[in-house]
Protein backbone atom coordinates (compact mmCIF):
# COMPACT_ATOMS: atom_id res chain seq x y z
CA UNK A 1 0.00 0.00 0.00
CA UNK A 2 1.38 3.21 -0.88
CA UNK A 3 2.37 5.49 1.81
CA UNK A 4 0.78 8.69 2.77
CA UNK A 5 4.08 10.63 2.31
CA UNK A 6 5.33 8.70 -0.54
CA UNK A 7 4.98 11.85 -2.92
CA UNK A 8 5.11 14.35 0.17
CA UNK A 9 8.24 16.67 1.26
CA UNK A 10 9.63 18.13 3.90
CA UNK A 11 11.53 21.40 3.37
CA UNK A 12 12.50 25.01 4.55
CA UNK A 13 10.60 27.91 3.08
CA UNK A 14 10.71 31.18 3.23
CA UNK A 15 6.96 33.59 3.38
CA UNK A 16 7.51 35.89 0.23
CA UNK A 17 4.27 38.10 1.06
CA UNK A 18 1.08 38.37 3.39
CA UNK A 19 -2.22 40.26 3.43
CA UNK A 20 -4.66 40.53 5.85
CA UNK A 21 -7.96 39.70 4.65
CA UNK A 22 -10.90 39.83 7.12
CA UNK A 23 -10.54 39.97 11.14
CA UNK A 24 -7.96 38.47 12.45
CA UNK A 25 -6.95 36.59 9.01
CA UNK A 26 -4.70 36.35 6.62
CA UNK A 27 -3.03 34.77 3.65
CA UNK A 28 0.42 34.07 3.25
CA UNK A 29 2.48 33.30 0.18
CA UNK A 30 5.57 30.78 0.63
CA UNK A 31 8.56 29.54 -2.00
CA UNK A 32 8.04 26.18 -2.10
CA UNK A 33 10.05 24.61 -4.82
CA UNK A 34 9.60 21.06 -6.48
CA UNK A 35 6.15 20.33 -5.05
CA UNK A 36 4.69 18.13 -8.15
CA UNK A 37 2.08 19.68 -10.52
CA UNK A 38 -1.25 17.48 -9.55
CA UNK A 39 -2.12 18.98 -6.70
CA UNK A 40 -5.77 18.43 -5.73
CA UNK A 41 -8.42 20.81 -3.81
CA UNK A 42 -7.91 19.91 0.09
CA UNK A 43 -4.53 18.84 0.28
CA UNK A 44 -2.83 20.22 2.84
CA UNK A 45 0.60 21.16 4.46
CA UNK A 46 2.19 21.00 8.06
CA UNK A 47 3.56 24.51 8.83
CA UNK A 48 5.99 25.30 11.47
CA UNK A 49 8.12 27.95 12.01
CA UNK A 50 11.65 26.54 11.22
CA UNK A 51 12.88 28.23 14.52
CA UNK A 52 11.93 29.48 17.75
CA UNK A 53 8.23 28.15 17.02
CA UNK A 54 6.20 28.23 20.18
CA UNK A 55 4.71 25.10 19.62
CA UNK A 56 6.15 21.64 19.20
CA UNK A 57 3.62 20.23 16.67
CA UNK A 58 2.93 21.83 13.44
CA UNK A 59 -0.46 23.21 12.17
CA UNK A 60 -2.57 21.82 9.40
CA UNK A 61 -3.01 24.14 6.83
CA UNK A 62 -5.01 23.51 3.15
CA UNK A 63 -3.06 24.97 0.10
CA UNK A 64 -5.49 28.03 -1.00
CA UNK A 65 -3.92 28.85 -4.48
CA UNK A 66 -0.96 27.79 -6.11
CA UNK A 67 -0.24 31.21 -8.27
CA UNK A 68 2.90 30.04 -9.47
CA UNK A 69 4.72 26.84 -9.67
CA UNK A 70 6.80 27.77 -6.89
CA UNK A 71 4.57 29.66 -4.80
CA UNK A 72 2.11 28.14 -2.67
CA UNK A 73 -0.64 30.16 -0.55
CA UNK A 74 -2.57 29.38 3.02
CA UNK A 75 -5.22 31.15 4.37
CA UNK A 76 -4.64 31.61 8.18
CA UNK A 77 -6.28 32.44 11.23
CA UNK A 78 -5.03 33.62 14.09
CA UNK A 79 -6.23 31.46 16.70
CA UNK A 80 -3.37 30.78 19.22
CA UNK A 81 0.40 30.75 19.73
CA UNK A 82 0.96 28.32 16.50
CA UNK A 83 -1.43 30.09 13.98
CA UNK A 84 0.11 33.93 15.45
CA UNK A 85 3.58 32.93 14.97
CA UNK A 86 3.00 32.46 11.22
CA UNK A 87 1.16 35.34 10.50
CA UNK A 88 3.23 38.05 12.60
CA UNK A 89 6.42 36.56 10.82
CA UNK A 90 8.05 38.86 8.89
CA UNK A 91 8.60 38.52 5.47
CA UNK A 92 11.36 36.33 4.37
CA UNK A 93 11.40 34.12 7.98
CA UNK A 94 11.78 30.91 7.12
CA UNK A 95 8.74 27.63 7.56
CA UNK A 96 9.69 24.11 8.03
CA UNK A 97 6.60 22.78 5.30
CA UNK A 98 5.45 19.04 4.63
CA UNK A 99 3.61 18.89 1.80
CA UNK A 100 1.27 17.99 -0.31
CA UNK A 101 -0.68 15.62 2.65
CA UNK A 102 -4.09 13.71 2.67
CA UNK A 103 -6.41 13.04 0.08
CA UNK A 104 -8.36 15.69 -1.62
CA UNK A 105 -11.37 16.30 -3.56
CA UNK A 106 -11.63 14.67 -7.16
CA UNK A 107 -12.54 17.74 -9.16
CA UNK A 108 -16.17 16.90 -11.08
CA UNK A 109 -16.34 16.61 -15.10
CA UNK A 110 -17.21 19.30 -16.46
CA UNK A 111 -21.48 18.24 -17.17
CA UNK A 112 -21.66 18.01 -13.46
CA UNK A 113 -23.59 20.54 -11.24
CA UNK A 114 -21.28 21.50 -8.35
CA UNK A 115 -21.99 23.21 -5.26
CA UNK A 116 -19.13 24.78 -2.41
CA UNK A 117 -20.43 25.32 0.69
CA UNK A 118 -17.68 27.60 3.10
CA UNK A 119 -17.77 28.61 6.39
CA UNK A 120 -14.80 31.19 7.53
CA UNK A 121 -11.54 29.60 6.28
CA UNK A 122 -13.44 26.46 5.73
CA UNK A 123 -12.94 28.62 2.00
CA UNK A 124 -9.61 27.59 1.54
CA UNK A 125 -9.93 24.08 -0.44
CA UNK A 126 -12.64 25.89 -2.81
CA UNK A 127 -10.13 28.53 -4.64
CA UNK A 128 -8.34 26.13 -6.09
CA UNK A 129 -11.52 23.59 -6.65
CA UNK A 130 -13.04 26.90 -8.38
CA UNK A 131 -10.14 27.74 -10.69
CA UNK A 132 -9.83 23.71 -12.00
CA UNK A 133 -13.40 24.14 -12.54
CA UNK A 134 -13.18 27.28 -14.49
CA UNK A 135 -10.05 25.39 -16.29
CA UNK A 136 -13.03 22.77 -17.67
CA UNK A 137 -14.82 25.24 -18.81
CA UNK A 138 -17.60 24.28 -15.67
CA UNK A 139 -18.07 28.17 -14.40
CA UNK A 140 -21.33 28.57 -15.02
CA UNK A 141 -22.64 25.01 -13.58
CA UNK A 142 -20.14 25.77 -9.78
CA UNK A 143 -22.08 27.05 -7.33
CA UNK A 144 -20.05 28.67 -4.26
CA UNK A 145 -22.18 29.42 -0.82
CA UNK A 146 -20.43 30.71 1.46
CA UNK A 147 -20.99 32.08 5.21
CA UNK A 148 -19.34 33.76 7.85
CA UNK A 149 -20.58 36.24 11.28
CA UNK A 150 -19.89 39.25 9.85
CA UNK A 151 -19.13 40.48 6.52
CA UNK A 152 -15.14 40.39 7.78
CA UNK A 153 -15.23 36.75 8.03
CA UNK A 154 -15.85 36.20 4.38
CA UNK A 155 -12.22 35.88 4.40
CA UNK A 156 -10.44 36.94 0.80
CA UNK A 157 -14.34 37.12 -0.49
CA UNK A 158 -12.33 39.50 -2.91
CA UNK A 159 -10.93 36.38 -4.51
CA UNK A 160 -13.93 34.44 -5.30
CA UNK A 161 -15.87 37.63 -6.55
CA UNK A 162 -12.98 37.74 -9.20
CA UNK A 163 -13.69 34.35 -10.13
CA UNK A 164 -16.81 34.56 -12.99
CA UNK A 165 -18.76 31.94 -11.13
CA UNK A 166 -21.97 31.97 -9.43
CA UNK A 167 -21.57 33.09 -5.61
CA UNK A 168 -23.94 33.33 -2.72
CA UNK A 169 -23.08 35.14 0.58
CA UNK A 170 -24.46 34.61 3.93
CA UNK A 171 -23.58 36.43 7.20
CA UNK A 172 -25.42 36.14 10.49
CA UNK A 173 -25.55 39.80 11.08
CA UNK A 174 -26.81 40.62 7.56
CA UNK A 175 -23.65 42.77 7.02
CA UNK A 176 -23.22 41.46 3.41
CA UNK A 177 -25.78 39.17 1.14
CA UNK A 178 -28.04 36.77 2.46
CA UNK A 179 -28.90 37.07 6.55
CA UNK A 180 -28.72 33.51 7.90
CA UNK A 181 -26.37 30.63 7.64
CA UNK A 182 -24.87 29.24 5.24
CA UNK A 183 -27.25 26.43 5.24
CA UNK A 184 -30.36 28.31 5.28
CA UNK A 185 -29.35 30.24 2.56
CA UNK A 186 -28.31 26.81 0.44
CA UNK A 187 -31.87 25.51 1.60
CA UNK A 188 -33.46 28.74 0.06
CA UNK A 189 -32.08 28.35 -3.13
CA UNK A 190 -32.89 24.51 -3.29
CA UNK A 191 -36.34 25.34 -2.56
CA UNK A 192 -36.60 27.85 -5.42
CA UNK A 193 -35.43 25.59 -7.64
CA UNK A 194 -31.86 27.69 -8.88
CA UNK A 195 -30.16 24.73 -7.40
CA UNK A 196 -30.60 21.07 -8.45
CA UNK A 197 -30.20 18.74 -5.72
CA UNK A 198 -28.54 16.04 -8.16
CA UNK A 199 -25.78 18.68 -8.09
CA UNK A 200 -21.97 17.57 -6.22
CA UNK A 201 -22.11 19.03 -2.68
CA UNK A 202 -18.50 19.76 -1.65
CA UNK A 203 -18.39 21.18 1.79
CA UNK A 204 -15.72 22.38 4.77
CA UNK A 205 -15.79 24.90 7.57
CA UNK A 206 -16.30 24.31 11.41
CA UNK A 207 -17.61 21.44 12.96
CA UNK A 208 -20.59 22.88 13.78
CA UNK A 209 -20.99 23.87 10.23
CA UNK A 210 -20.38 20.39 9.03
CA UNK A 211 -22.55 18.50 11.55
CA UNK A 212 -25.37 20.46 10.54
CA UNK A 213 -24.15 20.09 6.66
CA UNK A 214 -24.03 16.24 7.12
CA UNK A 215 -28.25 16.17 8.73
CA UNK A 216 -28.99 18.46 5.63
CA UNK A 217 -27.46 16.42 3.20
CA UNK A 218 -28.94 13.25 4.30
CA UNK A 219 -32.34 14.84 5.04
CA UNK A 220 -32.51 16.01 1.23
CA UNK A 221 -30.55 13.16 -0.02
CA UNK A 222 -27.73 15.00 -1.96
CA UNK A 223 -24.42 13.62 -2.85
CA UNK A 224 -21.83 14.93 -0.64
CA UNK A 225 -17.91 15.09 0.07
CA UNK A 226 -16.67 16.92 3.43
CA UNK A 227 -13.08 17.89 4.06
CA UNK A 228 -13.07 17.64 7.79
CA UNK A 229 -11.25 20.51 9.69
CA UNK A 230 -9.58 18.41 12.55
CA UNK A 231 -6.55 18.80 15.25
CA UNK A 232 -3.55 16.57 13.90
CA UNK A 233 -0.64 15.46 15.31
CA UNK A 234 2.05 14.30 12.73
CA UNK A 235 -0.20 15.14 9.33
CA UNK A 236 -0.06 11.52 7.83
CA UNK A 237 -1.15 8.73 9.93
CA UNK A 238 1.20 7.83 12.39
CA UNK A 239 -0.07 9.13 15.67
CA UNK A 240 -4.05 8.21 15.19
CA UNK A 241 -4.71 11.80 16.89
CA UNK A 242 -7.08 12.69 14.20
CA UNK A 243 -9.81 9.68 14.20
CA UNK A 244 -13.37 9.97 12.77
CA UNK A 245 -15.83 7.14 13.16
CA UNK A 246 -16.57 5.63 10.03
CA UNK A 247 -19.71 4.02 8.63
CA UNK A 248 -20.66 0.93 8.97
CA UNK A 249 -21.81 0.88 5.10
CA UNK A 250 -19.33 3.03 3.72
CA UNK A 251 -15.60 1.81 2.19
CA UNK A 252 -14.21 2.08 5.58
CA UNK A 253 -16.08 -0.34 7.51
CA UNK A 254 -13.78 -2.68 8.30
CA UNK A 255 -12.25 -0.32 10.74
CA UNK A 256 -13.54 1.78 13.29
CA UNK A 257 -12.04 4.51 12.67
CA UNK A 258 -10.14 6.31 9.94
CA UNK A 259 -7.52 8.96 10.20
CA UNK A 260 -8.52 12.39 9.02
CA UNK A 261 -5.07 13.40 8.13
CA UNK A 262 -4.18 10.56 5.61
CA UNK A 263 -7.21 8.44 4.41
CA UNK A 264 -8.88 11.86 4.43
CA UNK A 265 -9.18 14.95 5.09
CA UNK A 266 -12.02 14.97 2.45
CA UNK A 267 -14.45 11.92 2.74
CA UNK A 268 -17.91 11.09 1.24
CA UNK A 269 -20.49 11.65 3.54
CA UNK A 270 -21.62 7.86 3.11
CA UNK A 271 -18.27 6.71 4.42
CA UNK A 272 -18.50 8.12 8.08
CA UNK A 273 -20.36 9.02 10.87
CA UNK A 274 -20.66 13.01 11.42
Not at 121 to 145: C, D
Not at 194 to 200: D, W
Request: overall charge negative; aromatic content about 10%.
Amino acid sequence: MASALDSSQIVLAPIVASREVGEQAWVIDVEISGIADSLRPGQFAMLSLSENSPTVIARPFSVYDRPEPNVFTFLVQKMGKGTAALVEAPIGTMLRCLLPLGNGFDVAAADEDVVMVAGGVGSAPFLMYAQQRIALGASENTHMFFGGRTQQHLFDHKSFDELSLPTYYSTDDGSHGFKGNVIACLAAELDKKRISSKSTFVACGPEGLLHAFADFARLRNLTAFLSLETYMGCGFGVCNSCPVPTSVEGKFSDWPYATTCSQGPVFSLADIQI
